[in-house]
């Protein structure tokens, strides 16, 4: 961390820095310029120190970080790639995972024929939301503990291990023996009550990033997943917000990038919300395994039209099948299995 | 909502979206232009029909929403201003009024102090977290129940009512007793569960804007907290997030105009949040004043340099008391008391 | 445009409306509803007529435009793909074109050498700026006319066609005969002295789009060409300003399929300046070409690490070497050559 | 500048490095951890040296700035607060700064009479466009050279002087003798070819600031008109571009303060084109005035339901006079003068 003094700044405040400094373990560097004095704050753990415990002081101009602000789930920290299993289904090695499915679980014949068809097409892990978090409360709010059951059997009809969002930390219970990935949403992203209780279960699970959230505040959400004890975490990236307003949201496809320089964790990508559109979904899906993404999560659904939420993003089985050819095409031209 | 259809659109696709919007209990207009057919979808209650009900539909080109998707919030609903009673405190009419206070309590003495010296400079209700969500799983994470019991007896010894964060439905048993005014802080503004849960309890809150969330989706989530039969509630702009980096949020400070043009509901400002420099924070809460909000919501530390969070934004005694005669004179000049 | 009434508002202002709206050629149908009087603005032209022309009349709650405010680069205004012809490569065709070389020209042999390399390596077209457009006044601004002067020298050794930025109208008279496609850079893109002084040149031109502008917007400033008797326009995404700041912009890789479905016209991607940094050009630059654009435009240097601008985000021979053959294999993928 | 060595970076890694920092005229400073090596790179004019400079080094992390990249408009460079005088009037000082006017000129008596009317209401300076920039090249232009001549006609007639956008170099010829202030637009704050040429004229000049400009970046866009030898600038907040649509574009208020502290140039606010509507433009300007602008940029009409541009955010007669009531109130309460 670098402390700027304002100009002219007293002796004794640049000694109320290099005490503060002390305080918290650290080294200390002082910088005497002509124009102004700079002290280096050093030392291993000085990513976990705030900021603004140095800005704070009188005589302080600015505070700049050079540790990055997480650290469980920092390249630094573990420099190995985390691998996530689920049942057989590696993510973050060489195969790329298609997880697919309904945006909401609706009723059993529409989840079971989804299932069907997304894994005949080369899905290997099926999505289905029974507690939907929704912009309005009067939109359709999911089929709750019932559509837990339908989940759960469609599972063992087909073999297909199943990831579904969790909303609240009480339907946690309920959840832990009837879904594989718990699934954190963007909007939730920053409920610490949430991850923590989450993390807990030590059950494998996806962290969408949130709609406003930098990649730094990404990484620090999954630090309290991983301090909870969990290491089963996959990142999510979802699309953020961003003055345009042809899609629903930007899909960050630089993030992919980013996130394998600094995390160990693995990167998946959410086409279906960050376009918003059936009609675009095709287009980001082969840009993020193009961009190196260790899998998709994609929204089909038997009807579209008729869907109860979230029809205008989701697939029809043809669009689908289609998709999962040029995506197959794209990986393997990568190196990448499917 | 108008439903535009692609040039060269079937007839049958077109009374596909008719037969729709009866099935849905709207008229329909029709408008065939030389080039494309527009359906206009009528009736009083459109603004809860989602768009995509109609986008989805084969033949469609654009849908466009005419009547605002939130309605309880809405100034169409109740056109009267919403007044909010804390104690004999009411927030929405001519008062301005002000809430202070530490970020997180910390101890006795600093509340006790605090309270002491804005209340005498001013201030009529007294903040305080207890629970607080923070970046990092690594920062201080606030006292909990003693916190709740420290803000009790300050509250009682001052008789100043107190509000304060809850972060989780699981809080609010305890809560409830002892915190005059509950905060739903900006992570948590689409927390849809603890949104139910504050809603059901009935007690004045705050609703802070989420950084990425439009004003309209700030209604759309106080709709939650109305329609769990809370009347009670104020919003709070403390920033969204853009791409300007001098300050830690961009106040919107035109969303105080718009929300007074469509939402019956008043509206207080954090400038502190939105500033995250102490600098700042006069600038932003005059500003908020003569834009016409109906309070503020200020951090107040008897000693920033030593706070356990946030000292960096927070306003020594002297800074608010000097602060409190600007922002009365502003007040005066145009027409508000305090 | 659909002209949405105030509750209430007299039959005099709606007629003022429909008056207005006859003025403008147009036809109107009323939607009088028990709430609201909506009335809809008919013709084939009203994608040209300004909302404000009836938000601004008294009784009107608000204006939504229908057809889109761009014209001549419409899919509607012109259904078949453009094809811009530069000597014997066309874009917007099923090949693939690369455009590779450094951003700013810094001598005959830097400028020689980096072209035999990238042609060798597949590109068809050199790049290389003469004047730069810099954010502050004290960095290198190029070497102008003397810059110019090699770029013709290497184009006739090489073959190469050339492109190179115009920021000035007073600079044509000089570039027309040594520069095969003119650029028009992000900060320009609103500069419509220089829009419609390229536009007059009739030369293939590329309009990168601004930092800060809408898909729409963009393609008015592409009007801005079209209208000025231009037909041989690319459309050049090179990310926008978001709040991440771990890139340097943000790559809006969803426009490339928003472009398709709007525009007549080519879109090529420019993943140096998005990325900022040479290690994310590559994971861009494959996202692009899976994404469906039609070509890249990359920066290349001998020298990085001494390049006078922009050599972070300019990458090595090898590097560059490595990404065609990538880029190579995706295209061939997606049934596209090289 | 801090130049943060990746983790088992070579010593001759740092070396270069160190080289690098000695031949740009820099003193070192080495911070062996046990991590990781950092170079901290001293001397007064660091701030003109890009970061990339060190970034573009093998073995190098990441590098950050400490000192501003702009110099000539930061209170370091000159502490004391520029005053601009356009005739008697000083912007920078205790008085408040109206310029008032339409948007464009239309005819010598919608000019004559506004002029009249603003004059008499407290407005000191006369705003009018004759070259108009505008999103699509089929709205109106401005009258070009006739508007000057109606504009020099009315500040002539009523002691006013006058401000106008200037769009081309061109173009200042014709405006040097007819303009008082010239101002340049949002849209060209980084055409750096018409800035270097008002640079020159050494008139005062009104910058705007770039809708999706940081602060730093208007700053240096400022740097460009200074080295040119102009040292009458004043800037102009006017709303940067962000995800809320509920306004035109989203006033940074904050902005206001950060001038204040970190650069010696007046600021002005325009809250037209913040809001684009306007019932927004008083909300907006009263906060203007009270954070502490030194002046505003209002658009007022005698007919706005009939302007040829940006009628929907100007001010009636009316509206402008009630504003400037409550902003002479405002004022006077923090102790300015109008």
């Known amino acids: 961390m670098i402390v700027e003094m304002r100009r002219g700044a007293a002796k004794e405040q640049v000694d ?4 503060r400094a002390h305080k918290n373990g650290c080294e200390v560097q002082l910088n005497i310029g002509t124009d102004k004095t700079v002290v280096a704050i050093l030392g ?3 990513g976990r120190i705030p900021t603004e415990l140095f800005a704070v002081l009188p005589g302080v101009e600015s505070v700049t970080r050079i540790m990055r602000p997480y650290k469980l789930a920092s ?21 790329l995972v298609i997880m697919a499915g309904p945006c909401a679980i609706e009723s059993h014949e529409q989840l079971l024929k989804t299932a069907q068809h997304v894994q005949k097409a080369g899905a290997t892990i ?6 939907k978090p929704r912009t309005s409360p009067f ?7 019932t559509g837990l059951g339908l989940l759960d059997d469609v599972r063992q009809k087909t073999g297909m291990p199943v990831i579904s969002e969790v909303t609240d930390p009480h339907h946690l219970d309920g959840m832990v023996g009837q879904v594989d ?3 954190i949403g963007a909007r939730n992203m920053q409920n610490y009550s949430l991850l923590r209780a989450v993390g807990q279960t030590g059950k494998p699970c996806v962290l969408k990033r949130g709609l406003a959230a930098t990649v730094t505040e990404w990484l620090q959400a999954a630090d309290y997943l991983l301090a909870s004890g969990e290491s089963q975490v996959i990142l999510c990236e979802r699309g953020i917000r961003s003055f345009e307003t042809s899609t629903r949201f930007t899909l960050d496809i630089s993030s992919i990038g980013v996130i394998k320089q600094s995390s160990h964790l693995p990167i998946i990508v959410d086409p279906s919300h960050a376009a918003g559109h059936y009609q675009l979904v095709p287009t980001l899906a082969r840009a993020a395994v193009a961009a190196g993404a260790d899998g998709l999560l994609i929204e089909v ?9 979230d029809g205008l993003q989701s697939l029809t089985f043809n669009d689908f099948t289609r998709l999962m050819g040029q995506i197959g095409a794209i990986a393997a031209a990568l190196g990448r299995t499917m």
């Open 16 to 19: 109320q820095v290099i005490a």
């Open 44 to 46: 291993s753990d000085t």
């Open 75 to 95: 390249r630094e920290f573990k420099d190995e790639q985390t691998l996530v299993h689920i049942g057989d289904i590696v993510v973050g090695g060489p195969q």
């Open 126 to 131: 099926l999505r289905g939301g029974a507690y």
């Open 139 to 145: 939109s359709f709010q999911g089929l709750g503990e």
């Open 181 to 183: 990935v718990l699934q």
């Open 301 to 309: 659904h038997p009807d579209p039209a008729n869907a109860l939420s």
